[in-house]
Structure formats: structure tokens, C-alpha cells
């Protein structure tokens, strides 16, 4: 599974944006998806992840209630709706698949290139 997330950009606080993350390959309805960011100078964090069919999600209190995380099966793509965005949301989004049960980083299975979000105060 290749995957490869866009949508980043630079926003005011209080704004939106929408990450999108494509997959190839016809496998992608298999897997778990999930979203982290990397900081400057912090370690990579789990931001949401839901199930293959998308019946399942979660999020980490940071993002909870601001950030939604969807999938379509059928376009292979997974989606991050964030809102009401802070400065301390800036870092790099990664999006991510795994077939396992745990959303630490060591358990990913495929990564995709990151995208830049920015958010000024």
C-alpha cells in the first residue's frame, strides 16, 4: 500500500482545513487507518485513527471534538476535517495503515509522506 496525504497549508487560528490521504493498491478496505503529526523537535503522535470500515474511531484529547477523521472505501481515501485550529496543531501530518490493534507508531505498517499544516495566531 502506497499512500500519500495532501491538503496541508497554512491557516489563521480558528480556521480549517481538510487532509486527504490516497492509497493504491486494491487492499486499502483492509486496513486501519490513522493520522499523526510531528512537531519540531517533538516525537510523532497519534492524532485519529478509524477502522477498515470506518465504523470505529478515535481520537487523541488534543484534537477531540475539533478533528474528524473519515474514509471512502471506495475512492481509496481517508480524510482529516480539522477545526477550530490552534498554533499548537503546526506540524507535519502523516497518515498511516496497519492491520493490528494499536495506534503507537512502531505498529504502522505503510506511511505516507507528510503534509505541512501551519497555524498562526
Known amino acids: 500500500v502506497q499512500l500519500q496525504a495532501s491538503g496541508g497549508g497554512l491557516v489563521q487560528a480558528g480556521g480549517s482545513l481538510r487532509l486527504s490521504c490516497a492509497a493504491s493498491g486494491r487492499t486499502f478496505s483492509k486496513y486501519a487507518m490513522g493520522w499523526f503529526r510531528q512537531a519540531p523537535g517533538k516525537e510523532r503522535e497519534f492524532v485519529a485513527g478509524?477502522?477498515?470500515?470506518?465504523?470505529?474511531?478515535l481520537y487523541s484529547d488534543s484534537v477531540k471534538g475539533r478533528f474528524t477523521i473519515s474514509r471512502d472505501n471506495a475512492k481509496n481515501t481517508v480524510y482529516l476535517q480539522m477545526n477550530s485550529l490552534k498554533p499548537e496543531d503546526t506540524a507535519v501530518y502523516y497518515c498511516?495503515?496497519?492491520?493490528?490493534?494499536?495506534?503507537?507508531?512502531?505498529?504502522?505498517?505503510?506511511w505516507g509522506k507528510g503534509t505541512q499544516v501551519t497555524v498562526s495566531s
Open positions: 498511516a495503515a496497519t492491520l493490528g490493534s494499536s495506534w503507537s507508531p512502531e505498529y504502522m505498517y505503510y
Open positions: 478509524i477502522s477498515w470500515g470506518g465504523g470505529s474511531t
